[in-house]
């Protein structure tokens, strides 16, 4: 009985991850990044959640020294709520916490632009920005 329930609880999980990482919207901005990833390199073969998960982690140079990686704000756990240098609340960076993560292409060129510039000192590339979308959208 307990491995049938926990079966269905991960058969459940699972499908909710997958219905939170789907949407029209999410959608659309991975297409245009693919594009322009395209159009950058024509031997581009897709976004890669592993990649993605590397870039969050990662300790960046040429940013701000105070914000080096991602987790500096999001967390090492992106399914936790995060926290600005200022003191303000972040919601968790995985669609699975926050479903309409990454589906308003306004708010997603905002944040890339202003966070990008921060930890990195420029701008992301649109793998780099593809590989983050899709890593989040795996948990």
Known sequence: ??????LALSAITVAATAM?????????????????????????????????????ATNHTGGKADTPSCTTCHTKDPTREGQTRAGKQIAPMAV?????????????AKWFSRNCNGVLGRDCTAVEKGDFITYLSSM
Do not use: C, Y
Not at 1 to 6: E, I, N, R, T, Y
Not at 43 to 49: D, E, L, Q, T, Y
């Open 96 to 108: 699975s916490m926050t479903p309409d993560r990454f589906t308003d292409p306004e708010k997603v």
């Open 20 to 56: 939170a990482a789907s949407n029209p919207g999410r959608d659309a901005i991975l297409a245009a990044f693919a594009a322009e990833a395209k159009k950058a390199d024509a031997g581009f073969a897709g976004f890669s959640p592993q990649r993605g998960q590397a870039f969050f």
């Open 1 to 6: 009985m307990k491995a049938v329930l926990a």
